[in-house]
């Protein structure tokens, strides 16, 4: 394995694709040229590129939620009722745990045992279990853009059953489903495996089938600073441009701050555009994921976090909002909760679509310091790959350079902490071996400064715990425990 | 007296993090001995693990709703290796979907866990049952 930012050869492409599709026997059914002819048999509502540009045209944010369950009869339902009674302008298939970890038989198991229970066992959809059959039942069952949302390593067979299955958008990355999602995978094997991921959606490019590809912006979901997530998403829409995807969505979890939640969207937009720009005919759109983190259980409180991240994606006028629901703090949710979650967020949404976000000095201060910060880290792993992106990041894991905190990989350095300052923005508390100048080092500094002062409590630690409870507790900045 | 030896992961195929690390956080600061084998742990290595330090008890966590699968036959996998007597506790969202809680508990207790938390609940409350369960004097 040579690992360089070079679009593969279809060669090399079809050869490592023959051992892909033997991982499980489904990977048999798949058929390049069938494929293709089966996407442009597909009516234009379900195609998912689309649906984004009109959106973007249009300055409107369209609404998804998160959904799956083990058996087809039974997703298809769950998936028309989010349709129907959620409005949901577009659906996903999420992915079960099994499946993420390649562990096919185990999903198997879970499938055998649903049908028995007559429940869901399975907290997803096993995609490669069920098949091309299995995923065109699902599509051709829908009036609406599927996307397969999941954490996947690696994810090369899930992609080849899931898009000959008609699905026209995959979430993930290399980065994005490695360090977040795995504790033992190199950064090198994802990157690599990914690259496959992107090349499959490059051949079907080439074939004038446009996939949508969206970089899984939230990461550990937990206190990302924005420059965090910011160099993660447009280094794996880099790396997917390389190998001809051209359909590009970015993402960002949301903070909970407004002034930095809009800031970071704009920015992300802005910065993708200006690294992309060596590459034709991208058309780049933003995702905006409502808080990820610690949910509070009561559920009108619930609703209340929902309604913010609804509110903050309309303001910031991202392409599209991924819901939460009022049983986020017990796990997988009922389909009337998830619904209820979705007509939560459209009510904002619609509410606030003609509303903007004016510019007030604070928001261009915010602007600048995500740019300067992103700009530093980018700078540094394209040095550390004397200009190759691919190697650059690998060097850049191993240098604590690109880090991600709370992440579960060893791959990951874990030195960063990051904390809410006073107004319940995300800072770094410790940028652990960020690239980062005196200046960016010392903004961060002044503003956890402040906080402390108010407390009465240096940064700490605990103050960090505090922060990650504080929303499943009523507030954003968690204030000492009294 | 001597520390209390605690095994502590994240059982299956589940990969939340940060509960896992705020545990290691408190549990240690609460004058235990922590052995953390982290996220996607199977039910062999939390048993290895506790084999290996001679544990007091081990705590397994499940977020992500395939717990009832995940621990199916734990307790008899730790008597076969000699560790019926390790305490077993175990917390999170345990099942798919919103479902009672009393009735998941008593699925769990079942199955041959000592002790089942709900989510959301704070670090305070296993540790002070961890000191009844374990006789440990304040």
Partial sequence: MKLKNKKWSLDKFMQIREEVLKQWDTGAEVDLEDAI????????????SKKLIEAKEEKITLTQPRAGVALIDEHVELLKFLKEEGQADLLPTTIDSYTRQNKYQEAEEGIKQSKTEERSMLNGFPAVNHGIKGCRKVIESLDAPVQVRHGTPDARLLAEITLAGGFTSYEGGGISYNIPYAKDVSIEKTIYDWQYVDRLIGYYEEKGISINREPFGPLTGTLVPPSISHSVAIIEGLLAAEQGVKNITLGYGQCGNLTQDVAAIQTLEELAEEYLSEYDDIVLTTVFHQWMGGFPQDESQAFGVISWGGATAALAQATKVIVKTPHEALGVPTKEANAQGLKTTKQVVNMLKDQHFMPNGVLEKEKEMIKKETKEILNRVFELGKGDLAKGTVRAFEAGVLDIPFAPSKYNAGNLLPARDNNGAVRYLNHGNLPFSEEVINFNKEKLEERGK?????PSFQMVIDDIYAIGKGM???KPRT | ?????????????????????????????????IINIGVLSPQEDFINAAVETDADVILVSSLYGHGEIDCQGFKEKCIEAGLEDVLLYIGGNLVIGKQNWE??????????FDRVYPPGILPEEPIADLKKDLGIKE
């Fill in chain 1, 454 to 458: 108010d407390e009465e409590r240096d």
């Fill in chain 1, 476 to 478: 954003l900045v968690g």
């Fill in chain 2, 103 to 112: 009735e998941t508990k008593k699925k769990f207790l079942d199955m041959g």
């Fill in chain 2, 1 to 33: 007296m001597e520390k209390k030896t605690l095994v502590l992961g994240v059982i299956g195929s589940d990969v939340h993090a940060i509960g896992n690390r705020i545990l290691e956080e408190a549990l240690t600061k609460a004058g235990f001995e």
């Fill in chain 1, 37 to 48: 002819e089966y996407h442009k048999s597909l009516p234009e509502q379900k195609d998912m």
